[in-house]
């Protein structure tokens, strides 16, 4: 607002400057509205969010509970297989400090662990043919004692 304006309002009235007040107070009122937008509570993606005035999740550090599954949990899990379809010996051939070949040393411990693995996916794909290779039908015809033609396919 101009200088003069502002003047010409105030000279208006006590009625004039408390409306003029309210106008703006409903302009501030509304940009503040978009300036508090975000991802969260509007339809605008994240990438728009403003970085410096994003909140931030409280700390998970303030729990007494210890990160993971808690005591007493029951854990959800595959159980080892008797017969694998494949085994693997991981033999130590190296010290790890020393870099010395273990190869004529004692094993310890023997430990044993299980990978369940899908096989992958491949597709299948079938061809029919009949007898003559140069022609693009896909089905065999064949005559009937009767001499009706018959066939079979696609």
């Known amino acids: 607002m101009k200088e003069q304006e502002a003047r010409d309002i105030y000279h208006q009235g006590e009625e004039a400057v408390v409306a003029k007040f309210m106008e703006f107070d409903a302009r501030l009122k509304s940009l503040e509205e ?21 909140s931030k999740k409280p700390s998970s550090s303030n729990s007494k509970k210890k990160r993971g599954a808690q005591a007493g949990h029951k854990g959800k899990n595959l159980k080892i297989v008797a017969l694998p379809d494949r085994t693997e010996l991981l033999l130590p051939t190296h010290c ?29 794909v079938t061809e029919y043919c009949h007898f003559k290779a140069n022609l693009s039908i896909t089905a065999m015809r064949k005559i009937c004692n009767c001499k009706a033609q018959n066939r079979r396919g696609y």
């Open 34 to 54: 978009i300036i508090g937008m975000n991802s969260t509570n509007s339809s605008k993606p994240p990438s728009t969010d403003n970085k410096l005035t994003k």
């Open 96 to 124: 790890s400090c020393c870099n010395k070949s273990l190869k004529n040393n004692n094993s310890l411990k023997y430990e044993k662990r299980q990978l369940f693995d899908l096989p992958n996916v491949k597709m299948q």
